[in-house]
Nanobody
Framework: VQLQASGGGLVQPGGSLRLSCAASGIIFSIHTMGWYRQAPGKQRELVADITSGGSTNYVDSVKGRFTISRDNAKNTVYLQMSSLKPEDTAVYYC?????????WGQGTQVTVSS
């Protein structure tokens, strides 16, 4: 299983970024895909996930600002992030879950700073 995350970077407060995670080695369409993040000194937390059926779930702190989506034809999950805040600064990880099996990507750094 390979999950290749990209799209991170440095952005000013109020700005936007779109993260992408390309999956290979799995039947992408049947997996629940998620984005997690880990800030320095903090535990990794779920940001958003999307089921195989397209149902989405968000942590309260990003509701209304972030949107998770998936393109099963491209084996890719996206996280559109808008109105970014300094507290969104973290390494963002892609995750694929099917039953009890969970796979992780390598992470992409998002830094929100002026």
């Amino acid at each position: 299983v390979q999950l290749q995350a990209s799209g991170g970077g440095l952005v000013q407060p109020g700005g936007s970024l779109r993260l992408s995670c390309a999956a290979s080695g799995i039947i992408f369409s049947i997996h629940t895909m998620g984005w997690y993040r880990q800030a320095p000194g903090k535990q990794r937390e779920l940001v958003a996930d999307i089921t195989s059926g397209g149902s989405t779930n968000y942590v309260d702190s990003v509701k209304g600002r972030f949107t998770i989506s998936r393109d099963n034809a491209k084996n890719t999950v996206y996280l559109q992030m808008s109105s970014l805040k300094p507290e969104d600064t973290a390494v963002y990880y892609c995750n694929a879950v099917l039953g009890v099996k969970s796979s992780w990507g390598q992470g992409t750094q998002v830094t929100v700073s002026s």
